[in-house]
């Protein structure tokens, strides 16, 4: 395996350890004299300095194998005159050994140093029974304690800013994500509200529209063109509204009221008058208002019986649709149920259709979950009579005891 390009500042620290050792060779600047070496040769001085500069190239790709070789080769380089320049080197592998080595070798090379040190000092000192001798300790601790505890003490610092940043990205991908589940969440609901909101009028429309084409009837059409008018205005104030909510911004416009149950009643009498074409009839059972709920949830208790009755308007045969809106102590329950799919002998509606598009059901889903409550709509065997089935939408709110409000 081909070893990796030594990094720039190795390269500039093994330039300068060498050039440095050379001029002090050149000069014959040596540790210690000739009597005290083994090796009195000066030329001798320059292989452990040869070596020592190799192994700078080798400092952050192999520091424990460098480490290892530079021991020796400062440990040869005792038994020559001496180079100050090697000695210098070495101490830079120490440091990158605790900088760039296995955090195992990290952490016990201080420890491995400094026990050096204690020891030198303690042989110098019963070998030569000098005071100075405890220089040898000194000088020990200088070139391996202190700079593998340096190299502990950056890399510490290096660690604790790469924790830091590693953080503060893990906290902006969350604000992120945070921020895009707002977004859909949010669109989430003006999808919702924009839908139950302009849904049912849109499909009285479409409903009044196909009789007033089908029909050769100057009355029924003048009517249908009515019914039109009156849910094109009304649909218009609708999204006039959701545009003031979307835009309030403080600027000192209250918001339009949201809808709540004692709407209930207008809102049955008006899909009455649009179902007649299709032979529905509707019928409201609801208590009396002893007490005021959440503004959720009697927001979603409306909505869920808009869009059930706009529903009705679209996909119901002929028959009646009933609306029952039930108190419990902890609930509200709101069923809606219509006919469906009769046997053939009965009679089916003969008004026209408007198509959907299922997000009513989504919609109706969505605002019972984000609530904590149950949703269930389907076909009902038999409840209808005579062998006919019934279309039933049930929602159950909950309503905790303290979030009732007394009534005005």
Do not use: C
Not at 144 to 157: C, I, K, L, M, Y
Not at 388 to 408: N, S
Request: proline content about 7%; aromatic content about 4%; hydrophobic content about 45%.
């Amino acid at each position: 395996m081909t070893p990796p390009r030594p990094h720039r500042d190795d390269v500039f620290l093994a330039s300068t350890g060498l050039g440095g050792g050379l001029l002090l060779w050149s000069l014959g600047v040596f540790n210690q004299g000739p009597d005290h070496a083994i090796l009195d040769a000066s030329w001798v001085v320059l292989l452990p300095l040869l070596v020592m500069t190799s192994l700078e190239f080798l400092r952050r790709s192999r520091p424990r194998t460098v480490l290892l070789v530079g021991t020796v080769a400062v440990v040869a380089d005792q038994f020559t005159r001496g180079s100050i320049a090697t000695i210098l080197m070495f101490t830079d592998l120490v440091y990158a050994a605790v900088v760039y080595g296995p955090p195992a070798s990290a952490r016990r090379l201080p420890v491995t140093t400094g026990l050096i040190t204690v020891a030198v000092s303690i042989a110098s000192l019963a070998w030569y029974r000098e005071p100075w001798a405890l220089l040898l300790g000194v000088l020990t601790g200088m070139v391996s304690f202190v700079p593998a505890t340096t190299g502990a003490v950056v890399r510490n610092h290096r660690q604790a800013a790469d924790a830091a940043r590693l953080r503060a990205e893990q906290t902006a991908l969350l604000a992120e994500m945070d921020r895009r589940e707002a977004v859909v969440a949010e669109r989430a609901r003006m999808a919702r509200e924009l839908h139950d909101m302009v849904a049912g009028h849109l499909s009285a429309i479409a409903i009044h529209s196909t009789a007033a084409l089908s029909l050769d009837d100057p009355g029924t059409s003048r009517e249908a063109l009515g019914v039109i008018r009156e849910n094109s205005v009304e649909g218009l104030a609708e999204m006039r509204r959701l545009i003031s909510l979307l835009r309030d911004s403080g600027g000192g416009d209250e918001p339009a009221p949201a809808p709540t149950l004692a709407g209930l009643a207008a809102l049955v009498r008006q899909t009455a008058a649009h179902g007649m074409a299709s032979g529905l009839t509707f019928t409201l059972t609801a208590p009396p208002p002893d007490g005021r709920l959440p503004a959720p949830v009697e927001l979603a208790a409306y909505r869920i019986v808009q869009e059930s009755l706009t529903n009705a308007l679209k996909h119901a045969d002929a028959g009646e649709v009933t609306v029952v809106v039930e108190r419990a102590d902890h609930a509200l329950t709101v069923a809606v149920t219509s006919p469906f799919d009769r046997p053939a002998a009965g009679p089916r509606a003969s008004g026209p259709r408007a198509p959907g598009s299922g997000a009513g059901l989504v919609g109706m889903r969505e605002r019972v979950a984000l609530l904590g409550g149950e949703f269930e709509a389907g076909p009902v065997d038999g409840a209808a009579g005579a062998g006919g089935r019934t279309w039933r939408v049930r929602a159950v709110l909950p309503v905790a005891k303290d979030d009732e409000e007394p009534a005005a």
